[in-house]
């Protein structure tokens, strides 16, 4: 599975933005998705994540309230909606698939695949 990763870019604190994540190459909506992000200096921290099915979200709790995260199972994307955008929002941006799903879907090493991330900066 192929993961490209976009909508990234410089915004101004309390400004949106929203990333999209296109899979190809595998059958999509046998994967749970999830977003995760990367700051200068920090490790990867996960941010959300979706079921196979779409019925299902999980949202780390800095971000929950102001982020959603939903997938187009026809369109092979998941998306990540984020509202209310704070300084602290600037990472790299990654999406991961992870084959059937996990209870463990904080855990970036129980994905299967990564896209190659996309900028997020927010400006004070």
């Known amino acids: 599975v192929q993961l490209q990763a976009s909508g990234g870019g410089l915004v101004q604190a309390g400004g949106s933005l929203r990333l999209s994540c296109a899979a190809a190459?595998?059958?999509?909506?046998?994967?749970?998705m999830g977003w995760f992000r990367q700051a200068p200096g920090k490790e990867r921290e996960f941010v959300a994540a979706?079921?196979?099915?779409?019925?299902?979200?999980f949202y780390t709790d800095s971000v929950e309230g102001r982020f959603t995260i939903s997938r187009d199972n026809e369109k092979n994307t998941v998306y990540l909606q984020m509202n209310s955008l704070k300084p602290e929002d600037t990472a790299v941006y990654y999406c991961?698939?992870?084959?059937?799903?996990?209870?463990?879907?904080?855990?970036?090493?129980?994905?299967?695949?990564w896209g190659q991330g996309t900028q997020v900066t927010v400006s004070s």
């Open positions: 979706i079921n196979s099915g779409g019925e299902s979200t």
């Open positions: 991961a698939a992870d084959y059937g799903g996990s209870r463990h879907y904080r855990r970036p090493n129980e994905y299967d695949y």
């Open positions: 190459g595998g059958t999509f909506s046998s994967y749970a």
